[in-house]
Structures are given as C-alpha cells and as structure tokens.
C-alpha cells in the first residue's frame, strides 16, 4: 500500500545570494513538470506543497511569491506554492520555518542553487513508498563550466556525476538534496548554532544513535558552478571552522585534540586533492595544462581551512554565526 500520499518540498533563498536569478529559474523550471509526472504515475490523488523560505520579512516574502509566480506559473498549478519569510534568518532557520509548515507525509529538502534531473523525485520517495524509510539522501554532483568550478567538482565535498560510487556511498547527508518522513523530521528538526553546515551533522549524529539507517538512491541534482575567488576564501575559512565546531562539540576534545584533529583532516584533505585530480581529472574534462593550477587551488583552499581551524582551536577567532558576507554574494 502506497504511503506518500502528500509531499512536502522546502526550498531555501539563502543560497540564491550567490547566483544570477536566471540560474534559480532553472530550479523552479524542472521542479513543476516532476511534480506532475508523478502525479501522473500515481493517479490516487497524490498532493504536492512547495513552501518557499527567504530571509527578511512577509513583505519580502510577497515580493518573492510574486516574482517566482510570474517567472514560473506552473510551479503554482503543480502544487500548492507558499512563501515563508524569517527576518535574519541563516540557513538551516530558513529550512527548520519550512519544516514546521509542512504537512506532508514526506519532507524533501532542495536547495535554491541545486537543480533536479530527470526522474529525480521518484527515486528520493521510492523508499517512502516501499517501506518504512525514515531518512533518503539524493546524489548531488558540482556543475563544472570553467577551470575553478572543474577544479572544484574534484575536491570539494560532493562526489561526481558518473563513476565515483566510493565517494558516493560515503557521502554524508547533502542538506541540499534529501527527504525524510514528515512526521520525524517535524519531531526533531534541526539544531541551530553558530556553525555554517553543522548542524545537519548534529542531526544525523541524533538520527544514527538511535540506531536509523539512511538510505542512498540515485535522485541526481546538479549544483549550480562555483564561482568567484571572494567566495571561495570564505568558503575554505568557514570549512575550517565548522570542522573545529565538530570536533569540540561532538567529540568533547581538548584543545591539543582539537590541534591533532586539525593537523589530520588538513592532511586527509591534502591528499584527497592530489588523488582525486590525478585520477579524475579527465572526468570533469580539465585540459591538461589545467592540473598544476588545479592542484594549487585544492592544497590553498585546504591550507586556509587549517589555517582558521586551528586559529578557532586556539581561541585567536570569535565563534559567531556564520553567514554568507556580501563580498561572496552574486552582484
């Protein structure tokens, strides 16, 4: 017997900051025909919400609803479009305000700089409606169209499109790209802090003690290029950071082990980079030329991630919340 009866779809704005609005569109573009398909294929009265979050206030909310609803007027057809708005609000607060206004049985979690592939929500509710699947994680891969994004598509946290199912299977859960059953997620959303992208380890930290098991499936989403030196320093600062938050708080260590954990994923990290651009290089088709260049930004965006985990380590940094500063933001 069937159990999705109604999905629930939380896009966040927060990401949109660093994109052209012509880019976002593209999300919303592929999101509406996928809704219908499935609609289409379950032929049970089967109900779709989209409930859209941004930072600011209800009339930044009304100005968004009206924007997205000219651009793409079938996302307004294929499902019940909403718009929240939570003034200062960061990431995960944004997420958490589109969790606590979902109603369906399913709470799938897009991000605004992510576009869907084909047949992408049937695999993230296939689970669903096998069993009794509590937390589903989609493949999110990096677009790549330029030397940095290409450079980024190999050493940055997600693993590849096509023939990189090590990587794949160990991925941790993509915030971006997963669902969970409404009714445990409305129960224990996420936790809020200071870190940037903590807080969904702390989630799944919760989700696996209690003995839960997630499930992977190929529901394929495309994040968007990245682009823009300025952003990728913050990016590489905010990376070391948010990996001292996590050793502090989850692993109760001490400052000298907070160092040798530093010193450890700075070295882990390092070698990531020279093994996955050596080996996989021609996957993202990098011209040759490309590869020192390539190698150079991977080890300088890991030293500077060792460099700010073990300046938070020593206390030589504030621990204060971690957003997206203006400088890194698409103008």
């Not at 009714?183 to 200071?194: A, E, K, L």
């Not at 950071?241 to 390092?270: C, G, P, Q």
């Amino acid at each position: 017997m069937n159990r999705v009866n109604r999905v629930s779809v939380i896009i966040e704005m927060e990401n949109a900051r660093t994109l052209c609005w012509g880019s976002v569109g593209r999300l919303f573009a592929e999101l509406a025909p996928q809704i219908e398909a499935y609609r289409e294929l379950r032929g049970d009265g089967f109900a779709a919400e989209v409930i859209i979050v941004c930072e600011g206030t209800a009339e930044d909310a009304e100005e968004l609803s009206d924007a997205i609803r000219s651009a793409s007027p079938e996302l307004a057809t294929a499902s019940d479009l909403s718009f929240e708005s939570v003034p200062g609000g960061r990431y995960f607060e944004l997420k958490n305000r589109g969790i606590r206004a979902s109603t369906g049985d399913v709470v799938i979690l897009l991000d605004s700089d992510t576009v869907p592939e084909m047949n992408w929500l049937s695999s993230l509710l296939a689970p669903f409606e096998a069993g009794e699947a509590v937390v589903v994680n989609g493949h999110t891969h990096l677009g790549h169209d330029s030397f940095l994004s290409r450079t980024l598509a190999l050493t940055w946290c997600f693993p590849l499109r096509d023939h990189d199912a090590r990587f794949a299977n160990r991925r941790a859960l993509n915030a971006n790209n997963c669902a969970f059953a409404g009714d445990w997620i409305r129960r224990q959303p996420f936790t809020i802090d200071n870190g940037f992208k903590v807080s969904c380890s702390e989630l799944m930290n919760r989700f696996f003690a209690s003995g839960g098991e997630m499930v992977r499936v190929p529901a394929y989403a495309q994040h968007a290029p990245l682009a823009g030196w300025r952003f990728l320093a913050w990016r590489a600062a905010v990376t070391g950071r948010d990996a001292d938050r996590k050793t502090h708080r989850f692993k109760n260590a001490s400052r000298s082990e907070r160092f040798i954990a530093a010193l450890k994923f700075w070295l882990k990290m390092e070698l990531r980079v020279l093994r996955r651009v050596l080996g996989h290089w021609r996957k993202v088709e990098m011209p040759v030329w490309e590869l020192p260049a390539a190698l150079s930004v991977g080890f300088a965006f890991y030293l500077i991630s060792l460099a700010n985990q073990l300046a938070a380590t020593f206390g030589f940094t504030s621990d204060q919340p971690e957003d997206i500063p203006a400088y890194a933001e698409h103008h």
